[in-house]
């Protein structure tokens, strides 16, 4: 009994908490894709635009990104699968990028639980590539997103905000 009022004493803490996080300027979304046994997740803090020029001046050109806002962009996978036809063990990664006006780097770290990108190091790089960068001309996307478009085995992420997109395949590899 001494325990669920101790907890009943947390409620007002955790009730806090929880409004804080949804009214974070920057919200938290979850983006997911399953294919048979495996699960891939990708959780993330989304920036808006707010008028501000994006991608060479608030995400500066070629600096390591955290690839969203708050904290460092996180992947995790439940099973091995490639990515941009790289093997990537299961397991929970960040995900940073380096924008450029006409390619970025995509890195997957394996340091996970960061602020940011301050923390940043490159020896714990478990992947890293290079993808075209693709422009709308005018904006589209008002907040940062990342979506995963998956059919069966096959799935690709986008991350795009204002005019700017970049895409990579992910291929799971459960029996068919």
Do not use: C, H
Not at 18 to 37: C, F, G, L, M, N
Not at 66 to 92: S, Y
Not at 112 to 131: A, H, P, Q, T
Request: charged letters at 20%; proline letters at 6%; a positive charge.
């Amino acid at each position: 009994m001494r325990l669920v009022g101790f907890f009943l004493l947390l409620l007002p803490y955790f009730a806090l908490a929880q409004d804080v996080a949804s009214t974070r300027p920057s919200p938290v979304q979850i983006v997911t894709a399953r294919y048979k046994e495996t699960y891939l997740k990708i959780t993330y803090s989304q920036p808006q635009k707010k008028g501000r020029q994006v991608f060479g001046k608030l995400v500066p050109y070629d600096q390591i990104w955290r690839t969203g806002a708050n904290e460092a962009t996180e992947i995790t996978i439940t099973k091995d699968l490639l990515i941009n036809q790289q093997p990537l063990k299961a397991g929970t990664y960040s995900l940073f990028t380096i924008p450029s006006k006409e390619k970025w780097i995509i890195i997957i770290n394996s340091d996970v639980g960061m602020w940011g990108s301050y923390n940043y190091n490159s020896k714990k790089d478990v992947l890293r590539f290079e993808v075209p960068v693709t422009s709308t001309g005018t904006t589209v996307f008002e907040s940062f997103i990342i979506s995963i478009d998956s059919k069966n085995d096959k799935a690709t992420i986008s991350l795009a905000w204002d005019t700017t997109q970049v895409s990579f395949p992910v291929q799971f590899n459960e029996p068919k």
